[in-house]
């Protein structure tokens, strides 16, 4: 059978050179200049970090591995697990090699769903989330061989382990906080013989494949968006004190819970809910849109699901959630507002003159995929988010273990010691 292992094994050495060599011959150029604006503005702009797995270009969007995302959005997570570890698209032997692998690791140690029965009943899902991650830690491998002495540039390997073991149980876990948080009713068992995307479907306690493909979609989509968001960036900090893979996931997911990070999706829903409340439960004309959108932009209001700290065009993660909407629920009325939102509302947003990008972005649309499919309990929606993006931040822990990165240590200055600049 092919392993990820195997695959990185035979890369890995001739990059870990490269990087090497690169910062032997080149460590004194300079690359990035800081200002003080930048210092306290949350260091936007500031390259001072190396993410190989993706990239995001203002005008293009995410990059993965050197594939556009629209050019991957026919793909499986298995899939992008593989170009997001190895940086290749996998072979057909590869992604049976990598199911085999998941199928492997699915089964979820039952203290975990006591764990997560035993949470308070207004918990939030995330809260549940990411307690069930950090309920595996003990098994952590990475963890007992740190403590048995394993060299470091073995570390990948222990890395590998625990976030193949890891990534085969999220869709479980999630499914878990699912049902128990929304009194969904008994769990259902794991089908190992299945893709991911089918199997955490089913799990959720849906069979239809129109959703199964939907869920395949959204793991696609939002697999990972470079180095530096809070979640990635969080990570690998966390990650560079040697902490396993279990404290460094759940340590992201926490900053990917926060209402300008995943949280967003949340609050782009309900901002087309009240949309179509305000308008009797029927799409508006573009004209009423229009008139809305004013009115939230001159109470104070952001308008959600719009701009974006990077992206200078329409995210593409949008265009293949709309493209998903139009070919399967075009009739739909949140759908209708959500593509009348993306004929009208840039134009406002160009008119009021502050935001930088009035394009949308990738949570304009996901909260109203799901809700077409029923899954309509907003505060799961950063769940569905982090079982994606854990495949970015597993892939970027395990490329920074096999460069045997350093632990993360920037130097911070007083404010005192600013102004002695100026
Ligand atoms: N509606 C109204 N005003 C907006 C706006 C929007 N959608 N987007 C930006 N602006 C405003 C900003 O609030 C800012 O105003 P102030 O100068 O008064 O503070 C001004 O335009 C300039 O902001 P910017 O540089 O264009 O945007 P930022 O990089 O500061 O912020 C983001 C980016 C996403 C937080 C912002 O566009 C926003 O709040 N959008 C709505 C919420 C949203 O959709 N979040 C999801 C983000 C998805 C992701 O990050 O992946």
């Known amino acids: 059978m092919a392993t990820l292992k195997d695959a990185l094994a035979s890369r890995l050495p001739a990059r870990f050179e490269e990087i090497r060599n690169l910062v032997k011959e080149h460590g004194d150029t300079v690359i990035s200049e800081v200002t003080i604006a ?14 190989d797995t993706s990239l995001v270009e203002p005008d293009k969007g995410l990059i993965v591995r050197g594939i556009p995302i629209i050019e991957l959005t026919d793909r499986t997570p298995e899939d992008i697990f593989y170009l997001l570890c190895v940086g290749e698209l996998p072979s057909d032997e590869d992604v049976e090699g990598i199911k085999q692998e998941f199928a492997a690791h699915c089964d979820v140690p039952d203290h975990l769903f006591d764990v997560l029965r035993a949470m308070p009943a207004d918990a939030h899902p995330m809260d549940m989330f990411i307690t069930g991650i950090l309920a595996l830690q003990n098994g952590s491998v990475f963890a007992q061989r740190y403590n048995e ?28 906080v699912y049902r128990i948080r929304f009194n969904k009713g008994d769990l259902i068992p794991s089908d190992p013989s299945l893709d991911m995307s089918t199997n955490f479907a089913r799990m959720l306690g849906q069979d239809d494949p129109e959703f199964a493909d939907l869920v395949r979609l959204y793991l696609v989509l939002h697999c990972d968006h470079e180095g530096g968001n809070v979640s990635a960036y969080t990570s690998h900090v966390v990650a560079s004190a ?23 999706n949340q609050e782009c829903l309900k901002f087309l809910i009240e949309i179509l409340d305000r308008f009797g439960g029927k799409a508006p004309t573009a004209d009423e849109l229009k008139e809305y959108t004013w009115e939230v932009l001159n109470s104070g209001r952001v308008v959600p699901g719009f701009g974006h700290a990077v992206l200078r065009e329409t995210d593409p993660r949008y265009t293949a959630q709309w493209e998903f909407g139009k070919a399967h629920f075009p ?7 959500m593509s009348t939102g993306f004929e009208v509302i840039p134009h406002v947003l160009i008119e009021h003159g502050k935001a930088k990008n009035p394009w949308p972005n990738v949570d304009a649309a996901s909260g109203t995929m799901l809700y077409h499919y029923g899954l309509t309990e907003m505060l799961y929606y950063t769940v569905f988010f982090s079982v994606s993006r854990a495949m970015g931040i597993l892939s970027q822990l395990i490329t920074s273990r096999a ?4 632990i993360t240590r920037p130097k911070s200055v007083t404010t005192e010691w600013m102004k002695a600049q100026v």
């Open 331 to 337: 009739d739909d009325e949140l759908f209708k507002t």
């Open 403 to 406: 460069m045997m990165e350093p």
């Open 38 to 51: 930048q210092a306290y503005g949350g260091q936007r702009g500031v390259k001072s970090l190396v993410c």
């Open 242 to 264: 040697l902490s396993d893979p279990y404290y460094s996931v759940a340590a992201g997911l926490c900053g990917l819970a926060g209402p300008l990070h995943g949280l967003a």
């Open 149 to 176: 002495g394993m060299k470091k540039d073995v570390y990948w390997e222990a890395a590998l382990e625990d976030s193949i073991s890891l990534m085969a149980k999220l869709p479980s876990i999630a499914a878990a």
